[in-house]
């Protein structure tokens, strides 16, 4: 047998090469494509939760620009006006832009908000439900009461996952082949004092999403979860009348996006086919070692996850010294205000 000559084995090691690049760089992708190309009926239903500011209204906008009829759901009627207003003139005239005023946290009043859109799209289920409600109130545990950790929890994964379920049981129903994105946070992959309100719900909606992607197998219907780090906008800037002087000092080094950067960068992951999307390197470094048995992002998460092997534990440890190095102001403030005993 006569070996391949060498030329032939040069070209086929760089087109190898080369497809792992541009497989790694994402270049082999899926457009988000909304709109229909044989008629008007093919075109998208999008319900987006969330939708009157922040992510989900950059998203809405968007997918308008996109083509698809778009509905967005969220408690404000008066900031979902504003924006449905913004939205029609991005829109062409066969195109149905609405809004519904709902509380999210609620089961009826979520199935109810589903309902109301799938009526006005005359009986048909949405095709892609993006899910990017809830809110962030970082406190200290010893500082909440019941109430608290149950909004905390309201406000994080039931805000979601209640419309998750209405979707889907509608969807599965009509055998619409769709998408369905929740938004979780890099607080679904590790946390640190100040956030035990907020990462519970974070890491419960990583589960749901998880056992949903392996589910919705059955019904042809995608699965993704956005791990997002911070996001500018009026959610953030209430998160931040909250926090504790802790937890600002150990994210004093971050920088939040614009959402609109943070939208393109979810709609890339989307496009890319991935299930765990992320917006941030040090999103990716944590993810590989934290994410579990779920589909990767491609070749560079072996880089990822040797890198992140040993910055992950190194940004751990420095955490703790900051937050030990908060310890006598925090016992100070809990004595001053009578909390100890003794």
Not at 196 to 216: C, I, N, Q, V, W
Not at 302 to 308: A, K, M, N, Q, R
Request: net charge neutral; with cysteine.
């Amino acid at each position: 047998m006569h070996s391949p000559p060498p030329q032939l084995l040069t070209a086929g090691l760089t087109l190898l090469a080369i497809l792992i690049a541009a497989i790694a760089m994402g270049l082999f992708r899926k457009p988000l494509d909304v709109k229909g190309k044989a008629s008007d009926v093919d075109v998208a239903r999008v319900y987006i939760t969330g939708g009157s500011s922040g992510l989900g209204r950059a998203l809405a906008e968007e997918l308008v620009r996109r083509g698809a009829h778009v509905t967005i759901v969220a408690r404000d009627l008066r900031k979902l006006e504003e924006t449905t207003a913004a939205l029609k003139p991005l829109a062409s005239p066969s195109q149905l832009i609405s809004h519904i005023s709902a509380d999210l946290t609620s089961a009826e009043s979520s199935e109810s908000a589903l309902n109301d859109a799938v009526v006005a799209w005359g009986g048909k289920a949405p095709d892609h439900v993006y899910l990017c409600a809830g809110f962030s109130r970082p406190k200290f545990f010893v500082d909440m009461d019941a109430q608290h950790m149950k909004e905390g929890l309201d406000g994080v994964y039931w805000v979601s996952a209640y419309t998750a379920h209405a979707a889907v049981k509608r969807m599965v129903a009509q055998r619409v082949r769709g998408k369905i994105v929740f938004v979780s946070s890099f607080l679904g992959y590790t946390t640190f004092a100040g956030y035990t309100s907020y990462s519970p719900g974070k890491y419960a909606l990583r589960g749901l999403a998880d056992a949903l992607r392996s589910e919705m197998l059955l019904h042809n219907i995608s699965v993704h979860i956005f791990m997002s780090a911070g996001i500018l906008g009026p959610g953030f800037d209430a998160e931040n009348e909250h926090k504790p002087a802790i937890t600002r000092k150990i994210e004093e080094g971050d920088k939040p996006d614009e959402p609109e950067v943070v939208m393109r960068a979810m709609i890339s992951g989307i496009e890319k086919g991935h299930y765990q999307i992320t917006n941030l390197l040090i999103t990716d470094l944590i993810r590989v070692g934290a994410a579990g048995p779920v589909p990767g992002n491609g070749p560079l998460d072996f880089v990822y996850s040797l890198i992140g092997g040993i910055g992950a534990p190194i940004w751990r440890m420095i955490t703790d010294v900051q937050v030990r190095g908060y310890r006598k102001a925090v016992q100070a403030d809990l004595a001053k205000r009578g909390f100890y005993e003794s």
